[in-house]
């Protein structure tokens, strides 16, 4: 849902502790001239949950953390303060109702490279529609 990728853009953008690691790295569609450490936008999966009187959506969205340093540290801390960033507050949103949003996991996945680390945050958002 568009809405919450805005939303959700935001608050990361406007994230201290993030923006200390990635300053305003964080892409929707990474360019080709990007800079590591970035944050991108991954996988979102939206599911119909209506109920009586309710139009409701099941959305799982996954954010990415990239890095070239030596090791998993830094791109760890980022997922750290991707995770700290999404569950602190709220987010509101200014056309629908976030039930919830919950951080589900974080994976950290080797790169075919041997040089990249990357670290997928995935989270579980609740949203109803008025």
């Known amino acids: ?3 919450l990728q805005g ?3 935001t608050r990361l953008k406007g994230y201290a502790g993030l923006s200390q690691l990635v300053a305003d790295r964080i892409f929707d569609r990474v360019p080709s001239t990007a800079t590591f450490p970035y944050v991108s936008w991954g996988p979102e999966q939206s599911l ?3 109920a009586d009187c309710i139009t409701g959506f ?3 969205i996954q954010i990415d953390a990239w890095s070239k340093a030596v090791g998993v540290p830094e791109v760890k801390r980022i997922a750290e303060q991707i995770r700290l960033a999404l569950t602190e507050q709220e987010l509101s949103l200014e056309d629908n109702a976030l039930v919830f949003i919950e951080h589900r996991h ?3 996945l080797p790169e075919p490279d ?3 680390s990357h670290a ?3 989270f579980a ?3 109803e529609q008025p």
Do not use: C, S, Y
């Open 106 to 108: 974080t994976r950290l």
């Open 1 to 3: 849902m568009l809405e």
């Open 7 to 9: 939303a959700v853009v």
């Open 58 to 60: 099941d959305i799982t």
């Open 125 to 127: 958002a609740f949203i």
């Open 114 to 116: 041997g040089l990249t």
């Open 120 to 122: 997928a945050i995935e």
């Open 48 to 50: 119909a949950e209506d």
